[in-house]
């Protein structure tokens, strides 16, 4: 099944520093989506990408959908200690059956997922 | 403002136990969604809804069951609990603009169960 691999697996930064993860598929996405995760809670919407290319931000935070479709950024400027948690990109996996041959897309799936720790 | 919540929050189960956990939202947002998460890792999607009456697998079903009499609720059913399924349970919901699912995602608080 498709699958989405996220990198680096965990960051250790020191505050005032700028942060870059990414987000790989093998096969093409049409929305890329960015979630945070704080320790003990549910993951909370960060950044939603729907056209290749597209460069969006929010504060601090700047994710880009990459040109091949395949790939998707997000950039932390100026980390700050609030920003440690787990972020996740999540992406509609394709799924391409005889009975619908366009490929159904409401079977959102989650990346592995990039630890961030920020030392004040 | 209560959004998704799921019941309940803790649960202890001793193996071969079954029970459900509870999801309900309240805004009206037709695609719902199970997932765990196990201790360090990602989530992994057990079943959605895209409305009321319709049910489709994610990408680990096995020892799972859902259902969708409406739209605001979304429980998940474990028959025969086993040690493997120890994990943090996350419900969420999210909305569509028309006909197409914006996957943005609203997650209750979570559902932590452990397996004796």
């Known amino acids: 099944g498709q699958q989405l691999n996220q990198s680096p697996q965990s960051m250790f930064i020191q505050e005032g520093e700028d942060v870059s993860m990414n987000c790989t598929s093998s096969s093409i996405f049409n929305t890329w989506l960015w979630y945070k995760q704080d320790p003990g809670e549910g993951p909370v919407l960060l950044i939603a990408?729907?056209?290749?290319?597209e460069l969006t931000s929010n504060g601090r935070l700047t994710a880009q959908f990459g040109i091949t479709r395949k790939d998707s950024f997000l950039n932390i400027s100026a980390s700050i200690p609030s920003d440690v948690g787990i972020y996740f990109c999540?992406?509609?996996?394709?799924?391409?059956?005889?009975?619908?041959?366009?490929?159904?897309?409401?079977?959102?799936?989650f990346g592995t997922g990039t630890l961030l720790a920020v030392q004040p | 403002n209560a959004g998704v919540t799921q019941t309940p929050k803790f649960r202890i189960l001793k193996i071969g136990q079954s029970m459900t956990l509870q999801c309900t939202q309240d805004m009206n947002h037709n695609y719902m969604y199970w997932y765990r998460q196990d201790p360090g890792m990602g989530l992994k999607l057990i079943y959605y809804?895209?409305?009321?009456?319709?049910?489709d697998k994610g990408e680990v079903p096995n020892g799972y069951n859902v259902s969708r009499s409406t739209t605001e609720d979304f429980p998940l059913r474990l028959e025969l609990a086993a040690p493997s399924q120890t994990s943090v349970y996350f419900c969420?919901?999210?909305?569509?603009?028309?006909?197409?699912?914006?996957?943005?995602?609203?997650f209750g608080e979570g559902s932590r169960l452990t397996v004796l």
């Open positions: 969420a919901s999210s909305y569509s603009k028309g006909s197409y699912n914006t996957g943005e995602l609203f």
């Open positions: 809804s895209v409305g009321a009456g319709i049910t």
């Open positions: 990408l729907y056209k290749a290319g």
């Open positions: 999540a992406g509609p996996a394709r799924e391409v059956t005889f009975f619908d041959p366009r490929g159904a897309t409401n079977k959102l799936i």
